[in-house]
């Protein structure tokens, strides 16, 4: 160490070791071998994605057009269509939410803001860790043993019968109902059984991720608890709960293992409660009411159906390719409302 008297400046001068200067050195190549062992193995990912989408959308070119979705299922593949599939889709993701939703987010706030920290609870979390990995083919056999029971006692209780006795004060007239084997009913439920589990894992990341000052001057302030909860916590929530549930409901719309395991149908030539176009909706709403105990596909049980089908100029190879081209479209326009949400709820936080 020197000093200039001039400037009252004092030098250092430092020096690495030999063995440690050559450390530094391998780390810092060990590093960039890493980080482009990274960057390789991710663009090789992209390409064979950009193989893949490639190769679907080059066979399709043949057969996707406007006709593809407003027809049914046709043993000629020039008149095949997916119509069936996307309605049956549609009504299984609507009741898979309603089922999933309210239990998955209520759980979860029961067990990150009002449940105690015992070891009831957290045995409850590690399962619930567990089954998010659960294949779904398992589920699938639960609703088959679970649910399908269930609603052939339904069938066999109000088989024929126009009125029950409610406690012997008074009759209720029922609207008699067809309850098929493998309806929508029992295919919402078992996928809310495949779904319910990442939707209460997000659903707690979400609220874990909430700054607990939220609460203590909510709480200091005055507030309840339940009007914490309801007006500052979940409201904070709310972008990490509506991405993970968005995403969980595109599981479901991909799924076909479970499906076909609970019995619903591979060809279907017309679409559930006879609702071909959303202006039946508005025009004759009573058919919705046989819509969850009628028979069903799913665009995925459509497809896995097509790729299989015997055929030795590969028509059929066209018409699932534009059934997967379909499905991603849906899937996308699903995630990109899923990045909308997000970003709106994040735009009203004011913390």
Known sequence: MSASPASGYVRSSVSFSSGGDALIRRRLLMSLIFQWVCRLLTYASLAVLAVLLTSIVWNSLGRLSPSFLTNHYSVNPVRCGILAGIWGTFWLVLLTACFSIPVGVGSAVYLEELARDSFLVRVIKVNLSNLAGVPSIVYGILGLTAFRPLMLFLQALFDGRHAVNVMGLFRVRLLKLEIFDGNILIGAMTMSLVIMPTVIIASQEALRAVPSSIRMASLALGATR???????????????????????????????????????????????????????????????????????????????????????????????????????????????TAMIIRAKAARGLKW
Do not use: H
Not at 253 to 270: D, F, Q, Y
Not at 276 to 301: G, H, K, N, Y
């Open 226 to 336: 339940w009007q914490t909860i309801w007006r500052q916590v979940i409201p904070a929530a709310l972008p990490g709960i509506a991405t993970g549930v968005i995403l969980s409901v595109s599981r479901a719309m991909g799924e076909a293992a479970p499906l076909m395991m609970i019995g619903v149908l591979t060809v279907a030539s017309m679409c559930p409660g006879g609702i071909e176009s959303p202006l039946q909706l508005i025009t004759d709403p009573t058919r919705m009411l046989s819509v969850p105990f009628d028979q069903f596909t799913a665009m995925p049980v459509e497809i896995y159906d097509w790729s299989k089908q015997p055929d030795p100029e590969d028509r059929f190879t066209a018409v699932a390719a534009s059934g997967i081209v379909v499905l991603l479209v849906v899937l996308l326009m699903i995630n990109a």
